[in-house]
């Protein structure tokens, strides 16, 4: 099958360059005796991953034959047929049921095989329903293939884990692959899934391009790398399994930031330059010929650094950007105001691109900026920043939220949070075991809640970015009190989180490295609610909610109560 499919891709793409119908009619051969014999793809469990990598491919050839007037109308219904009900049942059963198998049972690859099949099978077969199935799964799915989850971490200078990188890197630069040519189907219908999560795919792009390169002394070059654990296991360093792989998947993600929008791509232009011209799969995981299909001329315009956040962790700022193109260098600058003047606090960045300021002085407002340095100078400003290191009241919530209820908050609220408190007065009627004062997140794979009763009886604030299996507790000595108004509040500054009881630190852990932006676009914000459905709502009421941007100190949380 994969070879036919090679075949009708490449004699498709041979009449649409040379104009000679000898190659639209053989591909329609091809496409044809598929579409009249196929009815069903059986076997274990890799008929799902033949579904879905057959599936996106088949339909990527038939896509650019659709257009051919010697290609009948029955015989393209015939093969959208085959598409909607040989390819797409696998691909919908997948991402639902998972083969039946705990979710993190499976790779990211697997749903992204997946879900490039069902979005070429929307656009080929004009039905919207498909197509959107897949985005909306690719931004809220819970399984290891949806955006958050694919590049699980992103660490300072936009360098995002790939959840494969404890794995192996062949099924990494898989990945890289078949989230490309998603992204790249989704923008020409008008979707930039490529800039969802400011860019999330190409930090996942630039670790994978990074981890299987060398660098001037022939070494692998090192990437960060955060613990995995999944239900396959534990992954606590980068896989050095097929390290240094050679994938023709580059030239579209390189292309689509650097040439399209001018955002640099430093490891991905590497592998599309040592692979170019890209040639066929050869395995059927892709198609090839990307340096035919997406090689375009470079942006026109003098490019500036973009996508600037500021991170506040106790008493330093973190800073990481996206590059341009045409840079040689970065400076960061920082004023006390917002639109300056500013002033130079470091320059000659090159890699990574971050930079911690540790020159703050507590109580201070910072606006920070980036610029490009090249031979013609200083580029225009990035976006400009604001770090302030002083507590702020983000959110107040008065109203009481009555019993046995819940309330929704707006999404995206934690999204920019490093350091924080939130703080609330509680009224239990009754002690149950898993409700929820607050749980921010987006289903049970990513979430930061404040249970008043855990498993083991205690009050508990946690936060995970991975189903659980990475959580990060600060644990309580006893469960909240009943029968009466209580106040509970939790505090981060740096990686030191502390949880209080009427204005009493009742747990601390040293050891918070996670921080509410780690969670991405929390589209599940709650007060008395769960993510897990299992879970009982508060028996209770909520009052006085707050978040604050930075940590209140231990006088100020008694000052609330």
């Known amino acids: 099958m994969f070879i036919d499919i090679a075949r009708a891709y490449q004699l498709a793409l041979r009449w649409k360059v040379s104009g000679d119908v000898r190659y639209a009619d ?24 033949a579904a879905g990598i057959y599936g996106y491919q ?10 051919y007037a010697g290609w009948a109308a029955s015989d393209l219904a015939r093969f959208q047929n085959m598409m909607l009900t040989v390819f797409y049942p696998l691909n919908h059963n997948f991402l639902v049921n998972h083969n039946g198998a705990v979710i993190t049972n499976y790779w990211a690859n697997w749903d992204q095989c997946a879900l490039a099949s069902m979005l070429a099978i929307g656009v080929l077969c004009d039905r919207q329903d498909i197509y959107d199935e897949a985005l909306g799964y690719y931004k809220t799915g819970q399984g290891n293939g949806a955006g958050l989850q694919a590049v699980y971490h992103v660490h300072p200078g936009y360098l995002g884990q790939w959840q494969e990188s404890g794995r192996d890197q062949g099924h990494c630069t898989l990945g890289i692959g078949l989230a490309g040519a998603f992204c790249e189907m989704a923008w020409n219908q008008g979707d930039d899934i490529y800039g969802y999560e400011n860019n999330r795919f190409l930090a996942g792009v630039e670790y994978v391009a990074k981890s299987n390169l060398r660098d001037a002394a022939s070494a692998f070059y090192t990437v960060p790398f955060l613990t995995n654990i999944n239900r396959q296991g534990t992954q606590s360093v ?27 791509t430093p490891y991905a232009a590497l592998q599309a330059a040592q692979l170019r011209p890209e040639r066929d799969g050869s395995n059927g995981d892709q198609l090839g010929f990307g340096t035919l299909t997406f090689t375009r001329d470079p942006i026109a315009t003098r490019g500036r650094p973009s996508g600037l956040t500021a991170r506040v962790r106790g008493p330093q700022v973190l800073l990481s950007w996206w590059g341009c193109t045409d840079a040689q260098s970065y400076t960061v600058k920082r004023a006390g105001s917002a639109g300056g003047p500013y002033t130079t606090i470091t320059s000659g960045i090159t890699d990574t691109l971050t930079f911690t300021d540790n020159t703050v002085i507590p109580g201070a407002v910072y ?9 013609a100078g200083e580029s225009a400003a990035s976006n400009e920043v604001q770090a302030a ?12 939220d009555g019993a046995n209820g819940h309330a929704t908050l707006a999404a995206g609220l934690v999204k920019d949070l490093a350091d924080f408190t939130i703080a609330a007065k509680v009224y239990l009627d009754s002690a149950a075991t898993w409700s929820r004062v607050f749980d921010f997140g987006s289903g049970p794979r990513r979430y930061m809640m404040l249970t008043p009763r855990s498993n083991v009886g205690t009050v508990r604030f946690a936060i995970s970015t991975v189903h659980g299996y990475n959580e990060q507790l600060i644990e309580g000595v006893a469960a909240l009190p009943t029968g ?7 505090t981060l500054s740096g990686t030191l989180g502390t949880l ?3 204005g009493i630190a009742v747990g601390t852990n040293t050891q918070m490295t996670l921080a509410p932006f780690d969670l991405g676009e929390t589209t599940q914000n709650w007060l008395g609610r769960s993510q897990f459905t299992a879970d009982p709502t508060l028996p209770g009421r909520v009052d006085d909610f707050r978040v604050y941007h930075g940590a209140l100190s231990a006088a100020e949380i008694a000052a609330l109560v």
């Open 500 to 502: 209080y009881v009427d």
């Open 238 to 264: 980068l896989s050095t399994g097929a390290q240094g792989h050679q994938r023709v998947v580059w030239e579209s993600v390189h292309n689509h930031y650097a040439n399209r929008l001018g955002i640099a």
């Open 58 to 67: 088949f339909a990527n050839a038939a896509e650019i034959m659709r257009s």
């Open 26 to 49: 053989r591909a329609v051969v091809f496409l044809n005796a598929w579409s009249s014999t196929l009815t069903a793809i059986h076997g274990n469990a890799d008929r799902f991953l």
């Open 389 to 400: 290191i002083k507590s702020e009241l983000l959110l107040q919530k008065k109203t009481d």
């Open 367 to 375: 606006h920070y900026a980036i610029v490009a340095v090249n031979a």
């Open 484 to 490: 009466r108004w209580v106040h509970v509040a939790v």
